[in-house]
């Protein structure tokens, strides 16, 4: 690794210049209504995120430009959708939903891969009123019908195949369901009893729309946690949201006008729907959408030949990035790269580094929860980075590290590096604004102005976050409270290492111990003398006390849709308890 911990931005990292540039001077300046006034005024007063994303661009003559660029897959062409097109395509949606009789706050599903017809549901569906939950494609029948009738569904789009895969079976368990809208796979027409076509009805409806009078607290979109800790959560966000997603558009992922933008993540997780959708369209920019999975050559091929300047991924992207090897990366040149951004896991500092030094750009941290509806604490092109860390508080975010007392109340850490539990003083727009059906649960997650994130972590004295771990994950071991990324990010420094997963494992005398599951790059293969070199690198690099007693080999780790390693299964297995919920659970990985 190198050896500097800080990576200093230089004139080369900033091929632009960024949207701002003084952090201290931009949190005091900050305000939630400065950014209301850019995001303009609805002309029937009203707000919509729908009319925000995108009539207003079409309104100020901006119409022609490209919203999204579908890219090729099998038989199916590129295709560019401008947000002329794109409004006119979620005016008829939203017509369509009219002629149905579904309206304001009624539930509408969407269940297809990154299709134009997504979002031209996504948005129809705001325009209308109608709160709208997108799924991944990926889903089982069962994990979509227990969403479906938690949200109490009406509608449901989606295609004709993967209806009579995953839905037609289990239709009459989903009482609330009163129409399933079909997507013919084929392009053609689709005939399947008690459905609608929905190519047919987007043809016979009206090309214009009055939006549904909403503010900015109704209801808009119903996401689902990822699964991590737990059975996923359905957490409800507001129009109003879309201040925030405006607002961290410009600071964290530094949109400017002429980007060509990349957001990896599939819109049945959160961030596909907030970063892959509405924050580029807030700011006007055109985004790539790729139908496809992962695939490394295929993701350097787009990078490269698309000509990405910003891009949003995963860090179980980066390290499966990684894993394929620099060579592939360094086959193809990214001149017009400028931005790397990444959320969803810590983002252990070798993959920063991997990142400078494979691609010539750092990668930026930042966290999030489904929750908080949009990025709060991030690495941003106007700081230095610390690898390892999240990087600091957004201007219109603040955050601390609180202690929970017993009688309730909070202890507000005072003391850099103190440890404690991530809070955030309730205030941005985009905080969820309930647990569907589940009141006392999201009553919980708040002691007074705070709403407390259930994840552990750390502030330095220059304000930066480090993360700990979740609160569910940490392991306590002979009297030490011990973080699983600081043992996973140790693992990693090691060149066989591409992934690691740490639990505690109930242990006698130490209470719990430390047991790491790695996975090896290319080149590696498991055995004795490797897990022995393993368990010696990690007691030089952590001492004996937090270092892992065990190390297993696993050619895959358990990890949800959204990519995130299930620590939880990897514990539940090795004890022999049961798995829980794992309805997001990547098929494939974890055996
Ligand atoms: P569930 O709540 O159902 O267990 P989840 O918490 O994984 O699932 P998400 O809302 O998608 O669902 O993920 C948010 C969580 O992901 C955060 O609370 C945090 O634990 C983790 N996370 C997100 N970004 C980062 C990051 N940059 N560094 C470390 N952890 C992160
Ligand atoms: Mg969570």
């Not at 990926?138 to 227990?146: L, S």
């Not at 609330?176 to 399947?192: A, Q, R, S, Y």
């Not at 931005?339 to 070798?350: M, R, T």
Request: hydrophobic share 40%; aromatic share 8%; glycine share 10%.
């Amino acid at each position: 690794m190198d050896p500097s911990p800080v990576i200093h931005k230089t004139a080369a990292d900033l091929r632009v210049a960024p949207n701002f540039s003084d952090y201290e001077a931009e949190r005091r300046r900050f305000s939630w209504d400065a950014v209301s006034r850019a995001l303009g005024v609805q002309p029937d007063g009203g707000l919509n995120i729908a009319w925000q994303a995108l009539d207003r661009h079409v309104a100020s003559g901006a119409g022609d430009k490209v919203a999204f660029r579908f890219l090729a897959l099998d038989e199916v062409p590129q295709r560019d959708v401008t947000y002329a097109e794109l409004t006119r395509l979620a005016n008829r949606f939203c017509n369509v939903l009219r002629e149905l009789g579904v309206g304001r706050g009624d539930r509408v599903f969407i269940l297809t891969g990154r299709i134009p017809e997504l979002y031209a549901t996504l948005f129809g569906s705001l325009k209308n009123g109608s709160v709208v939950s997108p799924l991944f494609s990926a889903f089982g029948p069962e994990p979509i019908a227990t969403r479906l009738n938690l949200g109490a569904g009406a509608v449901l789009v989606t295609t004709d195949t993967l209806f009579t895969r995953k839905v037609a079976a289990w239709r009459d368990r989903m009482p609330d369901l009163k129409h399933v809208l079909l997507v013919g796979e084929g392009g053609g027409p689709t005939c399947i009893p008690d459905t609608l076509d929905f190519g047919a009805m987007m043809q016979r409806a009206p090309d214009a729309c009055e939006i549904t009078p909403t503010t900015g607290e109704d209801m808009a979109l119903l996401h689902f946690t990822s699964g991590t800790t737990g059975t996923p959560k359905g957490a409800v966000h507001v129009h109003g949201a879309a201040a925030t997603h405006w607002a961290t558009g410009r600071y964290a992922l530094d949109l400017h006008p002429d980007d060509l933008y990349w957001c990896t993540a599939d819109p049945g997780w959160v961030t596909g729907t907030s970063y892959g959708a509405v924050a580029p369209l807030l700011h006007g920019i055109t985004s790539i959408v790729d139908p496809s999975e992962f695939d490394a050559e295929r993701w350097y091929g787009i990078l490269h030949s698309q000509g990405v300047s910003v891009w949003y991924t995963a860090p179980t992207a980066i390290r499966m990035l990684m894993k394929a090897g620099a060579e592939a990366a360094k086959a193809r040149s990214y001149p017009h790269l400028r931005f790397i951004a990444s959320v969803g896991e810590p983002l252990n500092p070798e993959a920063v580094w991997w990142g400078k030094n494979t691609l010539g750009l750092p990668i930026h941290d930042n966290w999030w929860q489904t929750e908080t509806g949009g990025i709060m604490i991030a690495n941003t092109p106007a700081f230095d980075i610390k690898p390892g860390s999240m990087g600091r508080p957004l201007p219109g975010v603040e955050a601390s590290v609180v202690q929970r007392k017993e009688d309730g109340t909070l202890e507000l850490a005072e003391t850099p590096d103190a440890e404690g539990e991530l809070a955030l003083r309730r205030g941005w727009p985009s905080m969820f604004r309930a647990y569907l059906n589940d009141e006392t649960r999201y009553r919980k997650c708040f002691a007074g102005d705070w709403y407390l994130t259930g994840d552990l972590a750390r502030r330095d004295a220059d304000g930066y976050y480090w993360f700990i771990g979740r609160l569910d994950d940490v392991i306590k071991s002979a009297g030490h409270l011990i973080g699983p990324f600081e043992v996973e990010s140790a693992l990693m420094e090691h060149p066989a290492v591409a992934e690691a997963g740490v639990i505690g494992k109930p242990d006698p005398v130490a209470g719990e111990v430390v047991k790491a599951f790695v996975s090896l790059n290319k080149g590696f293969e498991p055995g004795e003398a490797l897990r022995l070199e393993l368990l010696g690198h990690a007691r030089s690099r952590l001492g004996a006390a937090v270092a892992p007693k065990e190390i297993a080999f696993q050619a895959e780790l358990p990890r949800t849709r959204s990519g995130k390693i299930m620590r939880r299964l990897l514990k539940a297995r090795e004890l022999g308890l049961p798995e829980g919920d794992t309805s997001t659970l990547e098929t494939g990985s974890g055996s």
